[in-house]
């Protein structure tokens, strides 16, 4: 089900093309299909990683913009600016004064690797996520987002989005943990990496765009004109 459910989404979605990087040129998030990731690109999305925390990708879009325009997404001239002008400079990312706090974890834990994502890259899949777990703030989800979109590793990553959806759609339980939920598609999705990829950014769409929370607001899941109906339980919490 879980691989039916994929293939509804991509066609109906298409590609998505995550993790985006910035262009500085227009401030805008740049998508793109292939995996290569430069080290440049790689640091950046471990940045976007944490300053997308709690937040809209929007937020912390501005705030990378906003370091990138600085000249410091880059592990040393970050690693020497002030943690207040850090926090400065992603106050739009929310939570600015913890999400500074975390990103000087990860550079004291990148620095330990001799800045640079070679010593991780060449890590066993397990041991890396330990490490990358083992920093204070950062989290299974941002763990494996760096994991993933950074690192091609393939992991699957779980958000709100994919809890919400998959257990309306009867496939997994509303209490499942994390790692509950990740074993889930280990187990029965038969993507590689790229599909390990979009399904994630496919389950965000779908989550943000027709399997919405329903709120005081009006807001409801658009089951009529979704792409998966027919393959959902519907059961709704
Ligand atoms: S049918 Fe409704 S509940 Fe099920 S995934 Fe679609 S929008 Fe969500």
């Not at 950046?44 to 809209?56: T, W």
């Not at 500074?100 to 800045?115: D, E, Q, S, T, Y």
């Not at 060449?122 to 989290?139: F, N, Q, V």
């Not at 992991?155 to 889930?184: C, N």
């Amino acid at each position: 089900m879980v691989n039916r459910i994929f293939d509804r989404m991509l066609d109906y979605y298409g590609p998505q093309g995550w993790w985006p990087v910035m262009n500085l040129n227009t401030g805008e998030s740049l998508y793109k299909r292939e995996r290569y990731r430069s080290p440049g690109e790689m640091f950046e999305i471990a940045l976007g990683a944490i300053l997308a925390q709690n937040v809209s990708w929007k937020n912390a879009e501005k705030a990378l913009c906003r370091l990138k325009a600085e000249g410091m997404v880059e592990p040393d001239r970050l690693w020497r600016l002030p943690v207040g002008k850090l926090s400065e400079f992603i106050k739009s990312s929310g939570y600015y004064n913890q999400k500074a706090a975390k990103i000087r974890n990860f550079l004291v834990w990148f620095r330990a690797m001799g800045n640079s994502f070679e010593k991780p890259d060449a890590m066993e899949l397990d041991l890396l996520r330990k490490e990358l777990l083992s920093i204070r703030g950062i989290g299974p989800e941002t763990a494996d987002s760096i994991l993933l979109y950074a690192l091609s590793r393939k992991i699957f990553v779980v958000d709100a989005y994919t809890r919400r959806v998959f257990s309306r759609a009867g496939l997994i339980g509303y209490g499942y943990s994390y790692e509950k939920i990740q074993s889930f598609f280990h187990e029965y999705f038969n993507g590689g990496i790229n599909e390990y990829n979009e399904y994630h950014a496919l389950i965000v769409a779908h989550g943000k765009e027709v399997c919405r929370k329903s709120d005081t607001r009006g807001r409801y899941p658009a089951c009529q004109s979704c792409c998966i109906e027919g393959l959902c339980g519907k059961k709704m919490s």
